[in-house]
């Protein structure tokens, strides 16, 4: 699962601030294009042999296969969108300090810590774009940072249609609706929906294109018949092909791997 995710339990009252014609005509973004019929989403990218969230997990997620590279956004005090998933750096870096109250510069300078001997570094997101444009889509954990400025740096980098973005907090819905309506948004759904009633009245406020916490085979039966894709987070100390058979066995769309390599391997071999 997501550490230091902001579950969205409210999204609906932001919901209701788009117009009923502005979200009917954007109800139905298409999702990028995947090689495989169950989408394989490398979380942090590759990151058995190279540090996550670098240019090397995201080379390695390419070279394997996956679908989907996932990358945590945020962004630095003078406004350069990088990739991080803490809120801090001092987990992954010779750092310490938040990333909000860091100049590029900084963050620029810190070395990314690593098994090998290998220096690593945060990238910016516009170097991932670029190294993603044409191999691999991104599954965009949109942590902390500036709408326009991404949406900005996602076209200019001819990434439009491989892009799926992951919403964080309940204001990034409609701020995405109104500043890229045709990009498609995931989230995970409040834990009061607990029926298809529920679920088609969160659905008829919320035009959203992927869950990413239902297993409840009513749930997602109706996710299902509302063409909402389910991708489930399936990493773990104990991740492989059981936990993987389980997902499966649930009728989703999608997994979220820290085996990406083996799971290609494994969905060519064992999933028609």
């Known amino acids: 699962m997501k550490l230091f995710v902001q579950k969205i339990c409210s999204l609906i009252a932001s919901a209701a601030l788009i117009t009923p014609a502005f979200a009917q005509h954007h109800a139905h973004p298409a999702l990028p294009h995947s090689k495989h019929k169950t989408v394989v989403i490398a979380h ?7 540090p996550e969230n670098t240019l090397a997990s995201t080379r390695e997620a390419i070279t394997c296969g996956a679908d989907y590279v996932e990358v945590d956004l945020r962004t630095t005090k003078d406004g350069h969108l990088v ?3 803490d809120a801090k750096v001092d987990r992954t870096t010779n750092g310490m300090g938040k990333v909000a109250d860091m100049t590029w510069q900084q963050v620029e300078e810190l070395q990314v810590f690593n098994r090998n001997r290998k220096t690593h570094r945060v990238p910016e997101f516009k170097e ?4 993603c444009k044409g191999k691999i889509n991104i599954y965009l954990d949109f942590k902390d940072a500036d709408v326009a400025e991404t949406w900005k740096q996602i076209k200019a980098a001819g990434m439009e249609h491989q892009v799926v973005v ?5 204001e990034q819905y409609k701020q995405w ?3 890229a309506p045709e990009v ?7 834990k009061e929906i607990t029926n298809k009633e529920q679920l088609a009245s969160f659905l008829s406020q919320m035009q959203i ?8 085979p009513e749930l997602l039966k109706a996710a299902h018949d509302h063409g909402i894709s389910v991708w489930l987070d399936v990493q773990s100390p104990t991740e492989g092909p059981a936990s993987w058979n389980e997902a499966l066995h649930k009728g989703v769309q999608g997994l979220q791997t820290d085996k990406p390599a083996e799971m290609v391997s494994y969905l060519a071999k064992n999933v028609q």
């Open 44 to 50: 942090r990218g590759n990151h058995v042999n190279a």
């Open 166 to 170: 992951y919403l964080n907090k309940e």
């Open 184 to 190: 498609p948004l995931m989230t995970s759904l409040p």
């Open 209 to 216: 294109q992927v869950v990413d916490n239902v297993t409840n």
């Open 177 to 179: 609706k109104e500043a």
């Open 83 to 85: 990739a991080m998933h």
């Open 128 to 131: 991932l774009l670029a190294l």
